[in-house]
């Protein structure tokens, strides 16, 4: 049975409640920042999943028992993992600030079809008319509503 | 020689990828993504009937043996689906060139041929991979590749949907991560082949929580019900190849990820409740979604959703006629999906809307454009004699023969489901495609886009995305015509599925057979 690091544990369950609690928020920076915090949990549990810190990784010129060296592959999936949620963060910041350039601010909003289909009843009742093309009016208008 | 047919798939669209950010003439960065997707689709055939003939091949990346190197893995059921999927990847290619050259957008068309290139090299690595972590790095190609197409010129709907999307893909894909260090930790290996003999002897809670954590895993990336809700959100904003390419494509990797880890990481021997229960309310949740809309491209996304669930359905039963459904649904489903979503592409180019109430009030996009929807629709309501018909039936067929109260209430929503499909799509086909009496009334407001379309839009270009329509339409009628080849294949990789004895000793032997 492998030993567990009380400390790791506690710091990657953090990381994971912190990144998701931000994620569910409306403000797409918190999200962006929630996404990095996530990020880093995953990557710190990739280490953990290598065993206990402190062996060395490489030992020159003599052989050793496999127990005493590092686990060279977590630290090689670490690895990979961090290039591609350091690249994808900085697309989504990328996107992040094109949607406040386009849209003025940094929430999320609603879709509009659902937001459409949700109201359809009020709509029917309060239109009552048999002007059709009246819900495409203005989307945009509905979708910050 | 089969170690350069398994590393092509992968290796070429890369170099082509760096060969086209060079800043050559886009003539030639055409050409040259079309030649290179041309020449993995001819290599998918080989690798097929060389899996077929002499059983799965390996190639070891570097010389370095299986559970410490990268290995890539072509068996019967991965060979088919890299070329099915990289000819429709190239039937879209195809299609957009076709838009390029029609709208002349100049400032995209950089972007999307290395973009695209990317995507079918996550898709053919996901395939080929024989390790989880593999796995998660293909998708992670495909993915990035995706988040880029989909917010290609993109307007502010266009922005909060691809957000939507990157945000639960990234999610997803964070999971996906964190599945494989705690499998990591829990079995000390990642690749496929050793994970199952391991994986069975840890304590049945910790398997357990695995298994729901890849199954909700992949369930977000194939778009499950109750972890769709993203995909009728994102789709149908990108333009019509890309739509067309994410449906046919991304959720179908999904699904053969499900299939490949289950079969090879959890095997069992009954009826699966859990993901009998997610494909029957993915049937009807998904259809009765498509039902409710108004917008061709969303239907069209929600008829997606729906028909997952056809091929969870032979993957719950877990059976060979089971799983040899699923695979011939999703290779139908890759064809005829992508058929669909570029026939919707060409339409709302004619009418200038994707609203139907809207068309219903136009003018009809053509006979020709009409029937090359007809078709694909027919087929995926599972009309005979196409290739929809001959998926469902064996996967009602496996549901009959396989018996019990789960089987028989997946094969009753199966029938329903596609009743309702075809209901979905008599009303897409009256609405938008029927001939009738020009009313220009109510076609007022789409008639000036459309003529804008015809003046700008060269002759070329269009006749190019029909092309490729009708190549797709055709395809779909091929696949059933030679169903009886087609079943045979599928048969034989559904055996391999349940006994992947051939499989594991050709990774961990490192012997190329």
């Known amino acids: ?145 | 020689m089969t170690a350069a047919l398994l590393a092509l798939p992968v290796l070429l669209p890369v170099l082509g990828l760096g060969v086209s950010l060079l800043g050559l003439p886009r003539a030639l960065v055409r050409g040259l993504s079309s030649i290179v997707l041309a020449v993995v689709l001819a290599d998918g055939v080989a690798l097929l009937a060389l899996a077929d003939t002499r059983g799965p091949l390996a190639l070891h990346i570097g010389g370095w043996p299986a559970p410490l190197g990268i290995t890539l893995v072509a068996d019967r059921l991965s060979a088919l689906l890299l070329t099915v999927s990289v000819l429709v990847a190239l039937a879209v290619l195809v299609f957009a060139i076709g838009q390029g050259t029609a709208e002349e957008r100049r400032r995209s068309a950089e972007v999307f041929h290395p973009a695209y290139l990317v995507l079918v090299t996550g898709v053919s690595l996901a395939f080929l991979s024989g390790d989880l972590f593999n796995l998660f790095v293909a998708f992670e190609m495909m993915l990035a590749a995706s988040y880029v197409l989909i917010t290609l010129d993109a307007d502010g709907d266009r922005t909060r949907a691809g957000m939507t999307y990157m945000i639960t893909s990234l999610t997803s894909s964070l999971l996906f991560l964190t599945l494989v260090a705690l499998v990591y930790a829990a079995a000390g290996t990642v690749t496929l082949a050793q994970l199952g003999p391991r994986l069975a002897e840890l304590p049945d809670g910790i398997r357990s929580a695995l298994a729901l954590l890849l199954l909700a895993v992949l369930g977000i990336k194939a778009a499950i019900v109750p972890l769709h809700f993203w995909l009728p959100d994102s789709y149908p904003t990108a333009p019509a190849p890309i739509t067309a390419v994410f449906a046919a494509l991304l959720t179908k990797v999904g699904v053969y990820a499900l299939l490949r880890t289950q079969t090879l990481l959890f095997p069992r021997t009954g009826v699966w409740t859990v993901l009998a229960c997610a494909a029957i309310a993915a049937m009807i949740v998904g259809i009765l979604g498509a039902i409710a809309q108004d917008d061709l491209n969303r239907l069209l996304s929600f008829t997606l959703v729906s028909h997952i669930g056809f091929m969870l359905f032979g993957l719950a039963l877990f059976d060979t006629l089971g799983l040899t459904g699923t695979i011939l649904y999703v290779i139908h489903h890759i064809v005829v999906q992508a058929a669909l979503f570029l026939v919707a592409g060409l339409a709302v180019r004619r009418t200038g809307t994707a609203a139907l109430h809207r068309m219903a009030h136009g003018p009809p996009p053509g006979t020709l454009v009409a029937v090359l929807f007809g078709l694909p629709a027919l087929s995926l309501s599972g009309m005979p004699p196409f290739s929809g018909f001959v998926a469902k039936l064996t996967l009602l067929r496996a549901g009959v023969a396989h018996g019990g109260p789960t089987a028989y209430a997946l094969a009753a929503a199966a029938l329903l489901t596609s009743l309702l499909t075809l209901y979905t799509m008599t009303r897409v086909w009256t609405s938008a495609f029927a001939d009738r009496p020009s009313r220009p009334a109510g076609g007022a407001a789409a008639l000036p886009q459309r003529r804008a379309a015809e003046t700008t839009g060269g002759v070329r270009g269009t006749g190019l995305m029909l092309a490729a329509t009708a190549g797709l339409t055709v395809t779909g009628l091929a696949i059933a015509m030679c169903a009886g080849l087609l079943a045979g294949v599928g048969e034989r990789a559904a055996q391999d599925l349940l006994d992947p004895g051939p499989y594991r000793s050709v990774v961990l032997d490192g012997e190329e057979r």
């Open chain 1, 1 to 145: 049975m492998k030993t567990l690091d009380v400390t790791m544990a506690v710091v990657v369950g953090g990381l994971f409640a912190f990144g998701f609690y931000l994620m569910l928020q409306r403000s797409l920076m918190r999200i962006v920042l929630g996404f990095v915090l996530l990020g880093h949990g995953t990557n710190l549990l990739l280490l953990v999943a290598g065993g206990v810190a402190g062996r060395p990784p490489v030992l020159e010129g003599r052989t050793a028992d496999p127990e005493t060296v590092a686990d060279p592959l977590p630290q090689a999936m670490a690895l990979t993992a961090i290039v591609i949620t350091f690249g994808l963060t900085a697309f989504l910041v990328a996107l992040a600030h094109r949607s406040w350039r386009l849209s003025g601010h940094d929430e999320v909003r609603d879709d509009v079809e659902d937001r459409r289909i949700g109201t359809a009843r009020e709509r029917a009742e309060s239109e009552a008319g048999p002007n059709r093309d009246q819900p495409d009016a203005d989307p945009g208008r509905e979708g910050r509503r």
